[in-house]
């Protein structure tokens, strides 16, 4: 008989570089999917990792393989102290992202590092991962991957929202699940704030104390983007040459670029969400911490707009990547062709044994 009950870590390096997202989960099935969360950690990285990280490009294929077998190392040994400190005795696997090196579905390559079989040497225990590749070699984009946990963890809401550099939402429309990217967040709030000397705009307090100028709002709303249908995904790119040369040419203060730039955020989600009547929208991401863009999407949405426990805004990719750990122990779907544009859908990732 197959099991219902899996006790998993789940491992996401993302874009922003900020470390390594670990949690210890249990995943229990009965008609439906429910998730337990009872560790959760961001491992920081130190200097030399992040720079190595951020300058992946640079790298030729030897010395991208070298840099694969360091990081399965150094990826091993941070989840190794995670098991440790938090005394876990009871693991079915090790399900882990790593950390993508490069790319390029429209050449049909993908490639995370820190997926090398030695991890579940290293680590003595079972490790699922390398989820993208499948998915590329079938046609699909590789990403988004997490819409499948939205999907099967989080189906009463009518909306998953994230906000991270960029919003991007997954919902259901006749039964299928969709996922696309809406508007830049943090990746432009962010811009402006370390121009003077600010990681980020705390709460949104500076944001508060702006004025919209409604002639920006109106260009930044009318950019063609905006208009094109789903699928479609957004990058620092498109940002560069769209976004701030038009914000630049207004010679704004900072604090209206960030209140002109929050309304921009809010009527594009709200744009989005309001295609439906009235419903639920769970929002994480590190931009629910930014308070005035929550109050500023509260008013333009015609929704409940819902932000969970702390641990799931910052940690539901890594949770979601336990659950396609756990998918694939099952031989179960874990990527959607709805979702990726993939031939059909599947069972993706690698298992590698002890
Ligand atoms: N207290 C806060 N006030 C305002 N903004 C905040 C606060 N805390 C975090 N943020 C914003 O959230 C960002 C981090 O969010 P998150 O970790 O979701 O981004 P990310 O991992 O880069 O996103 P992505 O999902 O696109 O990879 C910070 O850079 C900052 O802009
Ligand atoms: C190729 C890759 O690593 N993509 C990431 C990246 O970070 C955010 C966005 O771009 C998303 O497409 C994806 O990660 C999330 C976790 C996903 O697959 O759903």
């Given at each position: ?8 870590v ?66 091993s040994?941070?989840i190794k102290?995670?098991i ?7 693991i079915?696997?090790i ?24 991890i579940a040497v290293l680590l003595n225990e079972t490790v ?224 590698f044994?002890p």
């Amino acid at each position: 008989m197959i099991k219902n009950e899996y006790k998993v870590v789940g491992v996401m390096s993302g874009t922003s570089l900020d470390g390594v997202d670990v949690v210890y989960v249990e995943f229990e099935l009965d008609d439906v999917w429910h998730f337990k969360m009872i560790h959760f950690e961001t491992v920081s990285y130190n200097s030399s990792w992040e720079n190595i990280l951020r300058n992946l490009v640079s790298y030729n294929v030897a010395e991208l393989q070298k840099i694969d077998e360091d990081y399965t190392n150094y990826l091993s040994g941070i989840i190794k102290d995670f098991i440790n400190k938090n005394s876990i005795k009871d693991i079915d696997a090790i399900c882990s992202h790593g950390h993508t090196a490069l790319h390029r579905p429209d050449i049909g390559m993908t490639y995370q590092i820190g997926n090398q079989p030695v991890i579940a040497v290293l680590l003595n225990e079972t490790v699922v991962c390398d989820f993208r590749v499948q998915d590329v070699e079938l046609r699909g984009q590789g990403a988004p991957l997490v819409p499948i946990g939205d999907k099967l963890l989080f189906s009463e809401y009518d909306f998953c929202l994230n906000l991270g550099g960029f919003a991007n939402i997954s919902t259901e429309i006749k039964n299928k699940r969709i996922a696309y990217d809406i508007c830049p967040v943090n990746i432009v709030l962010n811009h402006y704030t370390k121009l003077i000397g600010l990681d980020y705009d705390d709460g949104g307090k500076m944001a508060r104390t702006g004025t919209v100028n409604n002639k920006l709002l109106d260009k930044l709303n009318s950019l063609a983007f905006y208009k094109e249908n789903y699928p479609k995904s957004l990058g620092l790119e498109w940002v560069i040459k769209n976004m701030f040369p038009l914000i630049d040419a207004f010679q704004l203060d900072t604090k209206d670029i960030l209140k002109t730039f929050a309304e921009h955020i809010a009527i594009q989600i709200a744009k989005e969400i309001n295609k439906k009547k009235h419903g639920s929208v769970l929002v994480t991401g590190g931009g629910v911490y930014n308070n005035y863009l929550i109050d500023t999407l509260k008013q333009y949405s015609q929704h409940e707009i819902i932000i969970p426990l702390n641990e799931v805004v910052e940690f539901k990719e890594a949770l979601i990547f336990g659950l396609l750990g756990v998918l694939k122990l099952r031989n179960e779907v874990n990527c959607l062709k709805s979702v990726t544009g993939s031939t059909k859908n599947h069972s993706s990732g690698k298992i590698f044994l002890p």
